[in-house]
């Protein structure tokens, strides 16, 4: 008979494998090519860009479920607002690493997803007026129109470097170092100050393998509870 320490210790293992299967980006058998890719488009259809969503809209050449993968290559630029949170966790690694693999050497990545800090600071107050108010409010956040995980700049940061991308950095809705990147935010705004953006935008290029020991704890925690 094994002793409890070694049973858990292989059910974890368990875990982890099947996690690993996971979030292992898959190799589709044609990939176009294209310049610029816009996924998630929704009906803000972006004209110069190959627009990709779930739905068809005017102007989405390509309706298609991004968790099937990603059949395009030597993309220089991917854009997504408000989609990564529409992905669960492993789900959304799994699409940052296709993201890696499609862009070209000089690729970048943009992503704008609400930010867990604002939702946090704005939604939920302490001690509240309302209690009941912001019990609603946060899990509203959490789970109101299809979300599926909310990210802060660390752990979409921590993520992107798991996926394979050297440099991240941050910038303010609407802004970038690159010209082709400015002014691209569409989503409704909400009221933000300086220090408190209510949306994580944040652009990813290079190349980078390492482990983050820090993250993968924090991943076999909430996967262990998502599946307990
Ligand atoms: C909240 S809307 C954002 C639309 C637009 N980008 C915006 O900022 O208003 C999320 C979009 O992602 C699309 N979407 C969600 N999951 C998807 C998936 N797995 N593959 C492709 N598109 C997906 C939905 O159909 C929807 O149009």
Request: aromatic share 10%; net charge negative.
């Given at each position: 008979m094994l002793g409890l320490g070694i049973r858990v210790r292989l059910i974890r293992g368990w875990y982890a494998w099947k996690r690993r299967q996971r979030q292992r980006a898959?190799?589709?058998?044609?990939?176009?090519?294209?310049?610029?890719l816009h996924i998630g488009s929704g009906p803000l259809v972006?004209?110069?860009?190959?627009?990709?969503?779930?739905?068809?809209?005017?102007?989405v050449e390509h309706v298609l479920d991004v968790r099937d993968g990603l059949p395009f290559?030597?993309?220089?630029?991917?854009?997504?607002?408000?989609f990564l949170e529409h992905l669960s966790w492993d789900e959304g690694l799994r699409f940052l690493k296709e993201c890696r693999a499609a862009l070209g050497a000089d690729g970048v990545l943009r992503l704008s997803t609400p930010n867990l800090d604002w939702v946090w600071a704005t939604q939920y107050r302490s001690?509240?007026?309302?209690?009941?108010?912001?019990?609603?409010?946060?899990?509203?956040?959490?789970?109101?129109?299809?979300h599926q995980f909310l990210y802060n700049v660390g752990t979409l940061t921590a993520a992107l470097h798991a996926a394979g991308f050297a440099e991240v950095k941050s910038f303010r809705y609407g802004e970038s170092d690159?010209?082709?990147?400015?002014?691209?935010?569409?989503?409704?705004?909400?009221?933000?100050?300086?220090a408190l953006p209510h949306v994580v935008v944040i652009e990813a290029r290079?190349?980078?393998?390492?482990?983050?020991?820090?993250?993968?704890?924090?991943?076999?925690?909430?996967?262990?509870?998502?599946?307990?």
């Open positions: 898959r190799t589709p058998l044609v990939r176009q090519t294209v310049e610029r972006r004209p110069g860009w190959a627009n990709v969503d779930l739905e068809y809209h005017e102007g290559k030597d993309v220089r630029y991917i854009y997504a607002e408000h001690p509240s007026p309302d209690a009941v108010h912001d019990c609603f409010a946060m899990n509203k956040a959490f789970r109101g129109w299809g690159d010209l082709v990147l400015r002014d691209l935010e569409r989503h409704e705004k909400s009221p933000d100050d300086d290079g190349r980078r393998e390492a482990r983050d020991e820090s993250l993968e704890r924090a991943v076999e925690d909430y996967d262990w509870a998502l599946r307990s």
